[in-house]
T-cell receptor, first 113, second 114 residues
């Protein structure tokens, strides 16, 4: 595997379910990011991790819970989501949080019913 | 705060036509500027970048010049192909002292037909 991978690629969940999104980067980077991509809106930065430590949380609702066990893996735990949370969730990585080039995964298309 | 404004799409062109996608930005300091491309079913890929005024980024026949006086970074290609059909995002990155933050535009969908 190369680059940034994300699983699953598609997820449909009910509002009472609990699920997790997984991201893995094979680039030796130290910073990882979660973004939300909704139709006709700019990408929204959700969380930033640098060397496994969360450095940014952009006022994301607590029903989204990130986890970064090491510099290569990033999770987004989901629970009691709302239909408006349906979107493409993108993971990205960079050398560190000061590096301006970010490398993106293919995303997880989430649908909340 | 920082912001990026792109022309709304979709932009529909015939193969071999000339492409321009406009992008303007608002930012304090001296941002770096980027164009990312997203092909169907995939994540964003860095297409080109420019880190200072008057720099020209280029890749795969695409070009963009960092114009500080007009705060613009328009994307151009002389002859588009069907395989260029994708969504193009303009973005800026500014060093806040503790992090480098990317701000994206809303994206412009390009459709190239035979």
């Amino acid at each position: 595997e190369t680059g940034v991978t994300q699983t699953p690629r598609h997820l449909v969940m009910g509002m009472t379910n609990k699920k997790s999104l997984k991201c893995e980067q094979h680039l030796g980077h130290n910073a990882m990011y979660w973004y939300k991509q909704s139709a006709k809106k700019p990408l929204e930065l959700m969380f930033v991790y640098n060397f496994k430590e969360q450095t940014e949380n952009n006022s994301v609702p607590s029903r989204f819970s990130p986890e970064c066990p090491n510099s290569s893996h990033l999770f987004l735990h989901l629970h009691t989501l709302q239909p408006e949370d349906s979107a493409l969730y993108l993971c990205a990585s960079s050398q560190d949080r000061l590096a301006y080039e970010q490398y993106f995964g293919p995303g997880t298309r989430l649908t909340v019913t | 705060g920082d912001s990026v404004t792109q022309m709304e799409g979709p932009v529909t062109l015939s193969e071999e036509a000339f492409l321009t996608i406009n992008c303007t930005y608002t930012a304090t300091g001296y941002p770096s500027l980027f164009w990312y491309v997203q092909y169907p079913g995939e994540g964003l890929q860095l297409l080109l970048k420019a880190t200072k005024a008057d720099d020209k980024g280029s890749n795969k026949g695409f070009e963009a010049t960092y114009r500080k006086e007009t705060t613009s970074f328009h994307l151009e290609k002389g002859s588009v192909q069907v395989s260029d059909s994708a969504v193009y995002f303009c973005a800026l990155s500014r060093d806040t002292g503790t992090a480098s933050k990317l701000t994206f535009g809303t994206g412009t969908r390009l459709q190239v037909t035979l």
